[in-house]
């Protein structure tokens, strides 16, 4: 198993060129294993909860708190890395943005400079544009985490820009649409003979499997190839049917599912005449505001979840969004 064990920070001079790199790399190795950073807890959820509240803190956490890094890692089946990219974003404000001052002195202390990351840092809304133009083009990837509840919820945020869903059944619903496999090392590795109902940590399960971390820990670039790194060593070193543990995060009930119907036909809308008639959307009339938007409709094939098809209007329109569907933000 070849591993190439560089880690690209990404920042806002670099990210251009980076992110042409990172696409180019992503057709040739599609496994995407991520990791990321944030300021903490505003609510600690203690073990043995029920699921209920377990989601409802990780909705409130996340809601009110902003990411701080991105680490991804792109493998091939084999288990080759292609390249690790750690992105580093501008939006978290120590001094005005909610966060937890222990879980800011802790990452300190790690040495990430929260200074720095401010200054140089991508903007959220700039990376975001971004991420789902790749996603659009690359639909047969996997992804990969390692108790990764948090590290999901926060990608569903950088990819639709909006507020958690209100149940972890409809998280994972909707995650499964846009992300398509999930796997979860921390979950897999509860079925492997050596950690067998074992809860370990990152860190702990590497030195087991006697794999050597590269980079700082708690830094996400360098936890995102040790993901990498323990998914492919555990598939390598243990029987596994990998497909039986597709979906499942540690620590939650709910399957995170890909939706394998057939490829439904939903419409692009180009914005034509604001008046006072309903929006005209998938055939359905929507109210939005004041002033609606009448839109002309022509059926396009298009990836089972409307969030990559959403095409970027003509001119500045608020966001629609039914009642079933999450759709991508756009400025």
Partial sequence: MAASTEITSVWKQNFLHQFEAFDSCLCHFQIISFDTEFPGFLRNTPRLVSENILY??????????????????????????????????????????????????????????????????????????????????????????????????????????????????????????????????????????????????????????KIERHGGAHHAGSDSLLTSELFHKLITCFDLVISEHEGY??????????????????????PMVVGRCPVIRYGQPIVVGRRPVVRYCQPIEVHPHPIYNFAPPAVHVPPVVSANHYYVYRK
């Fill in 249 to 270: 995060l540690f620590g939650m009930s709910c399957r995170f599912m890909r939706k394998l119907m057939g490829r439904p036909v939903i419409r692009y809308c180009q």
């Fill in 56 to 209: 409802d803190n990780l909705k409130y956490n996340v809601d009110n708190l902003k990411i701080i890094q991105l680490g991804i890692t792109l493998s091939d089946e084999i288990g080759k890395i292609g390249g690790t990219w750690e992105f580093n974003f501008s939006d978290f404000d120590e001094k005005t943005d909610a966060h937890n001052p222990s879980s800011i002195s802790f990452l300190k202390d790690n040495g990430l400079n929260l200074n720095e990351i401010k200054e140089n840092g991508i903007p959220i809304v700039e990376f975001s544009k971004k991420f789902i133009q790749v996603l659009r083009s690359h639909q047969e990837v996997q992804w990969i985490t390692f108790h990764g509840n948090y590290d999901l919820a926060y990608l569903f945020k950088l990819v639709t820009r909006m507020s958690m869903p209100n149940s972890a059944s409809e998280f994972a619903r909707v995650s499964g649409e846009i992300f398509g496999a999930i796997y979860d090392v921390k979950y897999i590795a509860r079925h492997c003979h050596k950690f067998l109902d074992r809860e370990i940590g990152l860190e702990k399960m590497s030195k087991i499997l």
